[in-house]
């Protein structure tokens, strides 16, 4: 079976920049998660959708982030504009769904974000 | 609300040493715990898992039990490798139908030869 995939794998951009980052979450499971990480603050969620609707977005930065799910195998973190501080590594993990707390996350391979 | 406190890093140990990283947690209900691996470079993937008290999730040598009257889910593995050099995570899910994982920060452990 296919993980979660990710693109792009790295991404080099100046300030000021629009940047998408990508996400085809494992067939079948119906709920995502976008996680940003750095060595200061380490792995923070951003916002995660169940059945493609956002359901918790608090982790969201501010207003030049924003995410989108407009069906069950695609979803996109959008940063405009973007600026140095962004720079990090982004993860997006999906899980399966039902009333069981106990389903795991799989994470895809994160997209590593450098803003010059 | 819930929580999770892991030990902090880095901790290094040498080749076929004993490896016990500390986690405690404060969450309300039934908790299902984790233990997560990140390898340099790459994604978190699942190591072991706990879904109820007492159960023992194992994997790869390592070993964690759900404690609840410590609160407690401390990861051992009786001799780490060179190759287990990675950063972990204990996190907790919540009952219910919320799938956020609550995390913990991370602690890298170095494995010398």
């Known amino acids: 079976d296919a993980g979660v995939i990710q693109s792009p794998r790295h991404e080099v951009t100046e300030m000021g920049q629009e940047v998408t980052l990508r996400c085809k979450p494992i067939?079948?499971?119906?709920?995502l998660f976008w996680y940003r990480q750095t060595m200061m603050r380490g792995l923070e969620l951003l916002i995660y959708f169940n059945n493609n609707v956002p359901i918790d977005d608090s982790g969201m930065p501010e207003d030049r982030f924003s995410a989108k799910m407009p069906n069950a195998s695609f979803s996109t973190l959008k940063i405009q504009p973007s600026e140095p501080r962004d720079s990090a590594v982004y993860f997006c993990a999906s899980t399966q769904a039902g009333s069981s707390s106990n389903q795991p996350q799989h994470f895809g391979d994160g997209t590593r974000l450098s803003i010059l | 609300g819930n929580s999770v406190t892991q030990m902090e890093g880095p901790v290094t140990l040498s080749e076929e040493a004993f490896l016990t990283i500390n986690c405690t947690y404060t969450?309300?209900?039934?908790?299902?715990l984790f233990w997560y691996v990140q390898y340099p470079g790459e994604g978190l993937q699942l190591l072991l898992k706990a879904t109820k008290a007492d159960d023992k999730g194992s994997n790869k040598g390592f070993e964690a039990t759900y404690r609840k009257e410590t609160t407690s889910f401390h990861l051992e593995k009786g001799s780490v490798q060179v190759s287990d050099s990675a950063v972990y995570f204990c996190a907790l899910s919540s009952s219910g139908n919320n799938r956020k994982l609550i995390w913990g920060l991370g602690t890298s452990l170095a494995v010398n030869p």
């Open positions: 067939s079948g499971h119906n709920s």
């Open positions: 969450a309300t209900g039934y908790p299902s």
